[in-house]
């Protein structure tokens, strides 16, 4: 006998039959793509200080020379990605906050 992991298509449906997280938190609904990290009704999670997540696709040789760099100098692939995206916030004249 297997035992299956669960899967993400229902974990809206799962956390909603949970009446005390539901309450505190809204639902995916399990139609939507589990991918999805920010609808335009604002209904993306948020860490507690704030910050927001980006999903971002990339082919596997962009993924690969980005973990690459991340390793070479010994930093994490989120220190890379903040550093690309103050780098392009600079680029249009912002000040950097990531």
Known sequence: MSSKKPSF????????SKPAEAAAEPSIAASEPADVAESPAGRGSRQPDGRKGI??????EAWKALKMIALDGERT???VMTEAINDVLQK???PPVA
Not at 9 to 16: F, T
């Open 9 to 16: 298509a229902n974990l809206g449906a799962r956390l909603a």
């Open 55 to 60: 999903l971002v696709r990339a082919r596997p």
């Open 92 to 94: 249009h004249g912002k």
């Open 77 to 79: 692939l989120q220190d």
